[in-house]
């Protein structure tokens, strides 16, 4: 039974690795799908061939759209967290609470938290076997009733560079790859 239960959490962490992967390359091609959209003339006049971008704008915001919906609902509906190659469903965030700390399940690309899914008050329940230097814990989740609002704001804005970055890398890489355009 247990076999059983770990493959489907496998299951579901790979649908949920190639939605996120989806999603994040239609978001990755969506400002030179723009770009290209935008100045077609400007492509095809001086150049004399169609543009590179071969996914219709309306496409690649669907696939945007559908590989979120999809990762966000198999994440809400699965108990595991699990990354592929840092895509996936992790938890985030130690915000101090009564009993524990509490931190909330994301979805994430390249490690890093991109859209909240639940949170959960988490609580050291026993201290487990000595291993060399190392002593496992053992944790219990508690989920709570709604998001905690306070620190999803804490958790975007540690990793508000993090999120720059990334948005210039995407945008330079645009850039240079439409610059026969301009």
């Known amino acids: 039974m247990q076999d059983n239960q770990e493959t489907i959490s496998f299951g579901v962490a790979i649908i949920i690795f190639f939605a996120l992967f989806g999603a994040f390359f239609g978001i990755f091609f969506l400002p030179g799908n723009i770009i290209q959209n935008m100045f077609f003339q400007s492509c095809t006049i001086g150049y004399g061939h169609e543009p590179d971008m071969t996914i219709p704008l309306p496409v690649n915001v669907s696939i ?23 895509i996936g469903t992790k938890l ?3 915000e ?3 009993k524990g700390f509490i931190a909330t399940k994301w979805l994430v690309v390249l490690f890093l938290p991109i ?9 050291e329940e026993q201290q487990g076997i000595r291993i060399g230097l190392h002593q496992r814990v053992y944790y219990s989740l508690h989920p ?15 990793y508000f560079l993090w999120y720059l970055l990334m948005a210039l ?11 026969k355009c301009f």
């Open 115 to 123: 859209i909240p899914i639940k949170s959960y008050e988490v609580f």
């Open 144 to 158: 709570l009733p709604k998001l905690a609002i306070n620190q999803i704001k804490k958790t975007y804005q540690n």
């Open 169 to 179: 890398v995407i945008l330079g890489l645009t850039v240079l790859g439409t610059m």
């Open 64 to 86: 945007i759209i559908i590989g979120l919906a999809i990762s966000w609902f198999l994440a809400t509906k699965s108990e595991n967290m699990r990354t592929i190659n840092g």
């Open 92 to 94: 985030v965030g130690n």
């Open 96 to 98: 101090k609470s009564l």
